[in-house]
T-cell receptor
Framework: QKEVEQDPGPLSVPEGAIVSLNCTYSNSAFQYFMWYRQYSRKGPELLMYTYSSGNKEDGRFTAQVDKSSKYISLFIRDSQPSDSATYLCAITGNQFYFGTGTSLTVIP | GAGVSQSPRYKVAKRGQDVALRCDPISGHVSLFWYQQALGQGPEFLTYFQNEAQLDKSGLPSDRFFAERPEGSVSTLKIQRTQQEDSAVYLC????????????FGPGTRLTVL
């Protein structure tokens, strides 16, 4: 079993839609939860960072962590074509563990 | 510098050749990480340095892979006798403290082994 599981998609939505991206993880000792965005042929860039259960909001993005279910989510409101990218969840114990990434396309 | 830089951005090697990939981390960042990202996959951890000390190399796939950071700044990932399965994007990241700190990634080096 991989430490982090993420549905690879691809996911295609119309502009303005709400997008939900999800990951599950296996080790309850994991403490820090991140979402990265990766554009084609670029390195990942950090979007959101949280270490507690609950919601964290930053503009159109909301990160949600449910430690009891070992489940994390990223919600994107009012999605834009510029949001089209691959979204990677990352979780840390002693190392960084990345999900496989979900490819998102927002259609104008 | 402004961010993590990597060179070369693209490398084509013939099977059996040795390659060296360079990473320049953000100035002052203590920790440096190397990842391998296959097409359509997330980054897979290779190795981690804190200053010049290589604290974790558990992700290196074989003894053909070697990384160093002799002065605690620039790092080089070397792959000897490259194989086709080594074809991937090699990402470098740095953080100001340790593994639980936010990592900032470079653009990667895309290695193609023919």
């Amino acid at each position: 079993q991989k430490e982090v599981e993420q549905d690879p998609g691809p996911l295609s939505v119309p502009e303005g839609a709400i997008v939900s991206l999800n990951c599950t993880y296996s080790n309850s000792a994991f403490q820090y939860f991140m979402w990265y965005r990766q554009y084609s042929r670029k390195g990942p860039e950090l979007l959101m960072y949280t270490y507690s259960s609950g919601n964290k909001e930053d503009g159109r993005f909301t990160a949600q962590v449910d430690k009891s279910s070992k489940y994390i989510s990223l919600f994107i409101r009012d999605s834009q074509p510029s949001d089209s990218a691959t979204y990677l969840c990352a979780i840390t114990g002693n190392q960084f563990y990345f999900g496989t990434g979900t490819s998102l396309t927002v259609i104008p | 510098g402004a961010g993590v830089s990597q060179s070369p951005r693209y490398k084509v090697a013939k099977r059996g050749q040795d390659v060296a990939l360079r990473c320049d981390p953000i100035s002052g960042h203590v920790s440096l990480f190397w990842y391998q990202q296959a097409l359509g996959q997330g980054p897979e951890f290779l190795t981690y340095f804190q200053n010049e000390a290589q604290l974790d190399k558990s992700g290196l796939p074989s003894d053909r892979f070697f990384a160093e950071r002799p002065e605690g700044s620039v790092s080089t990932l070397k792959i000897q006798r490259t194989q086709q399965e080594d074809s991937a994007v090699y990402l470098c990241a740095s953080s100001s403290t340790g593994p639980i700190d936010t990592q900032y990634f470079g653009p990667g080096t895309r290695l193609t082994v023919l």
